[in-house]
């Protein structure tokens, strides 16, 4: 059974940092990309940042480009986020997914595998 689980979610003061981490288990996905999304309050869920299958490439929404960075080892199968610089308009319940192709895409259909989230607050 395939399984996503994310963590390092909690509080940050804005202009501050937090880094998220998935951990991928059930099978291994070194050949497909994969992205972190977030779901704000009364929002619907956006793409955030996304990751090729070998980690040279990488793909940011224009609202967190230059402060949010995607990482990935998959020899230990897992994905990270470094958040920097956050802003309130940061907070948001953040999941990593799996894609269905092995080149970063921004379109959450594509995603096949999903975790449960983990929740950021950033105050101001």
């Known amino acids: 059974q395939v399984q996503l689980i994310e963590s390092g979610g909690g509080l940050a003061q804005a202009g501050g940092s937090l880094r998220l981490s998935c951990a991928a288990s059930g099978r291994t996905f070194s050949r497909n990309a994969m992205g972190w999304f977030r779901r704000g309050p009364g929002k619907a869920r956006e793409f955030v940042i996304g990751i090729n299958w070998s980690g040279d490439k990488s793909y940011a929404a224009d609202y967190v480009e230059g402060r949010f960075t995607i990482s990935r080892d998959n020899a230990e199968n897992t994905v990270n986020l470094q958040m920097n610089n956050l802003k309130p308009e940061d907070t948001a319940v953040y999941y990593c997914?799996?894609?269905?192709?092995?080149?970063?895409?921004?379109?959450?259909?594509?995603?096949?595998?999903w975790g449960q989230g983990t929740q950021v607050t950033v105050s101001s």
């Open positions: 997914a799996v894609a269905r192709f092995s080149e970063v895409i921004t379109t959450q259909e594509y995603y096949d595998y």
